[in-house]
Nanobody, 126 residues
Framework: QVQLVEAGGGLVQAGGSLRLSCAIS????????MGWFRQAPGKEREFVAA????????YYSDSVKGRFTIYKDNAKKTVYLQMNSLKPEDTAVYYC???????????????????WGQGTQVTVSS
């Protein structure tokens, strides 16, 4: 049984920062990579950031590169998404996701992720 619980969303002004967290409840000894996706109203879910299964590589969409950072605290089994210089177009529900296995390359598409959190709303006002 895998559970992913996101937190940290909220309302912030443009230019501000938020840090999202994703607590991972996972008891197997399997390796996995983690990703963040987002979905704005009326739009499809889109890739935001990913962390490879070994924690050595990070990937970002062009729209967030240089502003967002994905990282993991292994001791807390929590993945974070630090979001800086937020823009109104970053407004969306943000989801964390888990992809089992030592996938190469690290998945950047939603259908290669096995488990999803419930999402957390991020609203950026102009």
């Amino acid at each position: 049984q895998v559970q992913l619980v996101e937190a940290g969303g909220g309302l912030v002004q443009a230019g501000g920062s938020l840090r999202l967290s994703c607590a991972i409840s996972e008891r197997s000894f399997r390796t996995y990579g983690m990703g963040w996706f987002r979905q704005a109203p009326g739009k499809e879910r889109e890739f935001v950031a990913a962390l490879s299964w070994n924690g050595g590589n990070t990937y970002y969409s062009d729209s967030v590169k240089g502003r967002f950072t994905i990282y993991k605290d292994n001791a807390k089994k929590t993945v974070y998404l630090q979001m800086n210089s937020l823009k109104p177009e970053d407004t969306a529900v943000y989801y964390c996701a888990l992809s089992y296995g030592e996938r190469r390359p690290t998945p950047l598409v939603a259908n290669l992720y096995d488990y999803w959190g419930q999402g957390t709303q991020v609203t950026v006002s102009s």
